[in-house]
């Protein structure tokens, strides 16, 4: 609307019409809003809201909604006693007062004065009365755009979350920008997830499409994330699980997404990608790199073909350290492709501030000078002081059969959780004990494992490995003989844990050690 109004309140355009002075108002609730005159110092004080019932030449034609045709000084102070005597200074000898109808209703009214002129012809009152529906016609697509506009606005910014928690142990900054071109309102969303034991979920998304389906496809799938998260289930089975609910809410739409679960005692992050783009690390020293990250289907597409299997990848965050997750809006760049819009990303939070919150601010400014057709959303999440890990701690990953990445990728996670949890002189034997009980069920069983490892409180400070499978085969000891290559598994469990066991679950079995550690 305010271009509209704009033009009309350029100087070129009284020449355009031939008039002397212009003056519009839109109807607001029984009251008359004038919105544009010109040119400078012909606003008559009063006027600036006035009511439709007032003897005023604009409620006139709303009212009547009649176009009114003022021919002369006369004809103008005798039809509007109230309004001559405060233009009859300007030297007006002519006016016409339009009504602006649209959709059948008027919206408003706009007025021509003229000052070099008398009367109208047929030709003249047709095209005035022509200009005046041009004008209502413009005025009420721009009224229905910003009011679809507001209503997208509103319901993507009620679809991303209300406050993002504080974590103990981590600073983050969060960041959404809408496009800003055509119907820029989209599904991009970013959440931060507070979890038991010192662990922080961070997501971000983007659901396909520029309209208000999107930003309620996103506010759906943010939740049930959130709430798969919130259970307890691995990043793998969180995002396989959320591309599951999307495939079955019968919609066209697609989502990629990335979901990193950070433990902020130990460092150690775990992160699973759908689809989406890498996230970046910044060091200490502002120095940015990429963070390759194995991925899978987008969130939709994996269920509809039957790829639900998520691959995890694991890495460290140290103190100072700050991993960034962004959608795709903010590399994509006219004419360039992918890896060039990371490499001038890695250049700009490079050379970008130190402070956080001041970081994310400047990413969005520079992208909204540079423009763009997407929107884009930003979740920097940086890791503080280590703090003390002698409380609980908990990580969980699956291991898919036949999968070596995610082999090494537990045992990553496992090596750097003893370390960061204190094990000391026990970390070896915790290590080669997890990586026996996994091989076993890899080897042993149909399907893959999920293994957990947790400390456990109370009068001694305790290790726990859980190794859960399929199969409700019980796991037995027996001799390997001297020239066998096997069967020398569980022997290395009872010799080097301090306590060890099978347990019964729903779905098959876990096979259990405690190691005690220093405190």
């Not at 009367?119 to 009011?147: H, K, N, W």
């Not at 194995?294 to 890495?315: C, K, M, N």
């Not at 779905?507 to 190691?515: N, P």
């Amino acid at each position: 609307m305010q271009d509209v109004i704009d033009l009309l309140n350029d100087s070129h355009a009284l020449e355009h019409f031939g008039a002397a002075s212009l003056v519009m108002g839109l109807l607001d609730a029984g009251r008359i809003h004038l919105v544009a005159e010109g040119p400078d110092g012909a606003f008559v004080p009063g006027t600036r809201f006035t009511r439709v019932d007032e003897p005023y030449p604009m409620g006139e034609v709303i009212r009547t909604l009649r176009p009114r045709f003022i021919e002369s000084p006369r004809d103008f102070a005798d039809s509007f006693p109230v309004l001559w005597p405060h233009i009859s200074g300007l030297g007006i000898t002519a006016a016409v007062y339009l009504p602006l109808i649209a959709q059948a209703r008027p919206i408003g009214a706009l007025g021509l004065l003229y000052s070099d002129k008398t009367g109208f012809s047929e030709d003249e009152r047709t095209l005035l009365v022509a200009l005046g529906s041009s004008i209502a016609q413009s005025l009420q697509r721009a009224m229905l755009y910003e009011q679809e506009h507001d209503l997208a606005e509103g319901l993507q910014q009620a679809m991303l979350p209300r406050r993002i928690p504080d974590v103990p142990g981590a600073q983050t900054a969060v960041r959404y920008r809408s496009a800003r071109l055509g119907r820029d309102i989209g599904g991009d969303w970013y959440d931060v997830i507070a979890l038991p034991g010192g662990r922080v979920g961070a997501v971000i998304g983007d659901v396909q499409g520029h309209d208000t389906h999107a930003a309620a496809v996103m506010g759906q799938l943010r939740i049930v994330l959130r709430a798969y998260a919130a259970e307890g289930h691995t990043p793998a089975t969180v995002m396989a699980r959320a591309s599951v609910f999307l495939h079955e809410l019968d919609t066209e739409r697609f989502a990629t997404c990335t979901y990193a679960e950070v433990d902020l005692g130990t460092g150690v992050v775990q992160v699973v990608r759908a689809g989406h783009v890498d996230p970046l690390l910044r060091e200490t020293d502002g120095r940015c790199r990429r963070i390759p990250v194995e991925g899978g289907l987008p969130l939709g597409l994996s269920a509809e073909f039957g790829r639900l299997d998520y691959p995890v990848t694991t890495l460290e965050l140290d103190p100072g350290q700050t991993l960034m997750l962004y959608t795709d809006g903010l590399v994509e760049k006219p004419g360039s492709d992918l890896d060039e819009g990371l490499q001038w990303l890695s250049a700009l939070v490079r050379r970008g501030p130190a402070d956080l919150q001041e970081l994310a601010d400047h990413l969005c400014d520079v992208v909204a000078d540079r423009g763009g057709e997407d929107d884009v959303a930003i979740l920097l999440l940086r890791r503080q002081a280590a703090t003390a890990t002698h409380g609980a701690g908990r990580f969980q990953q699956h291991v898919a059969q036949n999968d070596p990445e995610a082999l090494r990728s537990a045992r990553h996670m496992i090596r750097a959780a003893v370390r960061a949890w204190g094990a000391g002189e026990r970390a070896d034997e915790i290590e080669l004990v997890a990586d026996e009980l996994m091989t076993n069920a890899l080897m042993h069983t149909d399907g893959g494992a999920i293994v957990t490892l947790r400390i456990l409180g109370g009068a001694e400070r305790r290790l726990r490995v859980e190794v859960e499978d399929r199969s409700s085969a019980l796991p037995r000891r027996r001799e390997a003989g001297e020239a066998g290559v096997s069967g020398r598994g569980l022997l290395l469990v009872d010799q080097l844990s301090d306590v060890w066991g099978v347990e019964s679950r729903g779905s098959g079995k876990c096979v259990w050690c405690e190691f005690t550690v220093q405190n």
